[in-house]
């Protein structure tokens, strides 16, 4: 779409998330309409313990799972709206607040458009190391907010055969799992013994 631009933002709904219609030009004078969904850019980190060999996931009901016929949910790594300007503030925020633990260094992967067809969301990926000591706090996300988040600490074994097969769903955790095996090749070794 090069040469295309905005003429006007058309607001359908603003909430949780803003919801557009943006009317558009193409550089040959066609005009055209896209509906986008706007709720600002998101953070999303893997925490991973590589003594214990394991990495904390979350899972909570997901609607649009309900909507297709799905599980209400799914294992996912801890992720969440920028509430503040720092992504990786957010992503300790996050980890501190859905999985009770409290990260200190993150590796940041980048920023990764998530639906760039429909979304305006950006999410800034993080692989963080954590050991026992780390966790601080029961996490199971804000009550107020309704997360209802299950935690599960999942061996390297389990979770890398999971995404193998297909079994990790979330593309944002399938893609910090294959990420952490290329960082950290070290990781995806077996245990000899």
């Known amino acids: 779409m090069s040469g295309t631009s905005i003429e006007r933002i058309e607001t359908i709904h603003d909430g949780w998330g803003r919801f557009l219609t ?3 030009k193409s550089a040959d004078g066609t005009r055209f309409t896209r509906e986008v969904e706007d709720h600002g850019d ?3 980190v893997l925490p991973y313990d590589s003594v214990r060999r394991c990495v904390m996931l979350v899972k ?3 609607a649009p799972l309900l909507m297709r016929n799905e599980p209400d949910h799914i294992w996912e790594a801890p992720a969440g709206i920028l509430d503040e ?3 990786a503030a957010c992503a300790r925020r996050e980890a501190l607040e859905e999985t009770g633990l409290r990260i200190g260094e993150v590796e940041a992967l980048g920023a990764f458009w998530s639906m760039p067809g429909v979304s305006a969301e950006r999410i800034h990926l993080f692989l963080a190391p954590y050991n026992e000591t780390d966790k601080v706090a029961a996490g199971g996300g804000l009550a107020d907010e309704n997360e209802q ?8 074994e389990d979770v890398f055969s999971a995404a193998d097969t297909g079994q990790i769903t979330d593309m944002k955790t399938w893609a910090l799992l294959q990420a952490l095996r290329l960082r950290h090749p070290e990781i995806s070794r077996p245990v000899a013994g």
Do not use: K, M, T
């Open 85 to 87: 300007a720092d992504p």
């Open 42 to 44: 998101a953070a999303c």
């Open 60 to 62: 909570q009901p997901r």
């Open 149 to 156: 988040i299950e935690l599960a600490e999942v061996s390297f």
């Open 22 to 24: 943006l009317h558009l």
